[in-house]
């Protein structure tokens, strides 16, 4: 998208991305505990230090009780319960593969469901439920935080973040202007200021948040971000908001206005397996990277396309022959739907400013493009070699593709591709 995007949507362009797209395979690699691979973590944490890297965020959701793929809107807008899967192959069972009650994945022990707090309880919570399955743990945040400031000329402050995983429209939204009032108060912490950057690392859906982010902080008071506002601060004064929340809403939107978000200091953003929904502002950012876990597998030689073919993309999906089926597949259409009549108009306004596609066919329209790079940023297309020769019997061991990038053995090579795409001699193409 080009600067001064206003929170327009994401094309679904499948046309070659060339200079934008890099294709890259994990290989074996030394493990965590060895020297080889904490010495060639600390020269990363090297060069992020000399590239002004002052602050790491992981960002997260959770895969569990949140309606990963979005089929509650779908089913909302048409799929069976209207018969628009009629005549298609395969759908039926697609969509079973999708809902949460059917996609093998278990229900969050406990019963909690979005919005959840970001507190340690809930973390730990995740953590010995799914481990490192598409989930940035504690034990990975800390061992990259630990090998990175090695030798390091200045330390690199590293933080965790469990967003409230509402996928929906209003629920990226109020995550969106929390994280920046975060981020302002931990570049405040840092006494960051210009020359400074601060590195968010976004798994999935925390990606799309990055992308409203990255339209709030453009510059400018644009129409789009007076509607942002307006349909929050509506919602807010007809509910009941946590004690404090208006007071910081406002707060940010005024460092918005006035162009002091975050003290000077510069957002650089990479996602991982973000599907390909709203469009990004590279003026309200640094630099961009977005990693999606991708195999070749078309016939047509378009190797920067996803597969997607009815009813063949049911018997894959278990197996994982094509990487990430989550990115592939929740993308416009698809949501949760939030939980009270307020929050659902609230949702309706925001949907209205955000998003140009409804209608269950819209969504089989958009996941056919098979697009897998976003429009602006550095892709990369990652063959994270976690394809299955037999389906698994838990589906926590991939996630349909979207467990690989969090893995602790992901590290190592998250890093390095991160601080060579980013902070390397090469520029990224915006």
């Not at 009549?341 to 493009?369: H, I, Q, S, T, V």
Request: hydrophobic share 40%.
């Amino acid at each position: 998208m080009p600067d001064s995007n206003n929170f327009q949507h994401a094309p679904y362009s499948r046309s070659d991305p060339g200079e934008r797209v890099r294709y890259r395979e994990v290989g074996p690699s030394a493990p965590p505990d060895t020297l080889a691979w904490q010495d060639a973590m600390a020269q990363l944490g090297v060069q992020l230090a000399q590239a002004g890297v002052r602050a790491v965020l992981f960002m997260h959701g959770s895969i569990l009780n949140s309606d990963l793929f979005g089929v509650q809107r779908l089913d909302d807008v048409g799929g069976l319960k209207r018969g628009y899967s009629r005549g298609i192959s395969g759908l039926e069972a697609l969509l079973a593969l999708m809902r949460q009650d059917t996609n093998g994945l278990p229900a969050l022990k406990g019963g909690a469901t979005p919005p959840y707090p970001d507190d340690d309880q809930t973390k730990r919570l995740l953590d010995d439920q799914i481990g490192d399955a598409g989930n940035f743990t504690s034990a990975y945040v800390e061992t990259f935080r630990k090998a990175v400031n090695r030798q390091a000329p200045r330390p690199i402050a590293c933080l965790r973040s469990l967003w409230a995983s509402e996928h929906h429209h209003l629920g990226r939204a109020d995550a969106a202007w929390r994280l920046i009032d975060r981020l302002r108060a931990w570049a405040t912490d840092l006494a960051l200021g210009p020359g400074d950057r601060i590195l968010v690392q976004a798994h999935g859906q925390a990606g799309l948040v990055l992308a409203l982010v990255s339209n709030l902080l453009a510059p400018g008071n644009t129409s789009g971000k007076k509607l942002f506002f307006q349909a929050l601060a509506g919602y807010y004064l007809q509910g009941s908001p946590t004690p404090g929340t208006l007071d910081r809403f406002h707060q940010v939107e005024s460092w918005l206005a006035g162009g002091r978000a975050l003290n000077g200091a510069v957002l650089d953003v990479a996602t991982f397996g973000t599907p390909i929904r709203y469009g990004w502002d590279p003026s309200g950012l640094g630099r961009l990277l977005h990693i999606v876990n991708h195999r070749p597998m078309r016939a047509d030689g378009k190797r920067w396309l996803a597969k997607m073919e009815l009813p063949q993309i049911t018997m894959e999906m278990p197996y994982v022959w094509g990487g990430d089926y989550v990115q592939q597949l929740a993308v416009a259409v698809t949501d949760a739907l939030p939980a009270t009549p307020g929050a659902n108009a609230a949702n309706k306004a925001m949907w209205e400013l955000l998003e140009p596609y409804d209608g269950f066919e819209r969504w089989l329209e958009c996941a056919r493009k098979c697009v897998r790079c976003a429009s602006d940023g550095l892709c990369l297309l990652v063959d994270y070699k976690d394809m299955l020769t037999e389906p698994a019997p838990n589906v926590l061991s991939h996630v349909y593709g979207h467990a690989a990038y969090t893995r602790l053995t992901s590290l190592l090579f998250n890093t390095t591709e991160i601080v060579q795409a980013l902070y390397g001699l090469t520029s990224v193409p915006r």
